[in-house]
Nanobody, 115 residues
């Protein structure tokens, strides 16, 4: 079993920054990719950013140039640096990891951006 624990969410004013962290523990083998998704009230969960084992990254158009995903392989941790936050970024942010062909989700961390 694999556990993912997110941290770093909170309340921030528009234009501010937050850094999310997601630490993975448990039966972790080779990690195919890790990423962040978000779900705003009344909306479907959507991709924010992913990073694969080779280090290549992928971002949603809405966050490109503002968000940066990175990972620390030694710590099985993935980060999301969020700059120039906008009220539209308000959502619960979920960490995702694919390892051994199986996908795992964290419980989420709330990010609220006030205008």
């Amino acid at each position: 079993q694999v556990q993912l624990v997110e941290s770093g969410g909170g309340l921030v004013q528009a234009g501010g920054s937050l850094r999310l962290s997601c630490a993975a523990s448990g039966s972790i083998f080779s990690i195919n990719h890790m990423g962040w998704y978000r779900q705003a009230p009344g909306k479907q969960r959507e991709l924010v950013a992913t990073i694969i084992s080779g280090g290549n990254t992928n971002y949603a158009d809405s966050v490109k140039s503002r968000f940066t995903i990175s990972r620390d392989n030694a710590k099985n941790t993935v980060y999301l640096q969020m700059n120039s936050l906008e009220p539209e970024d308000t959502a619960v942010y979920y960490c995702y990891m694919n390892t051994g062909g199986l996908g795992y989700w964290g419980k989420g961390t709330l990010v609220t951006v006030s205008s």
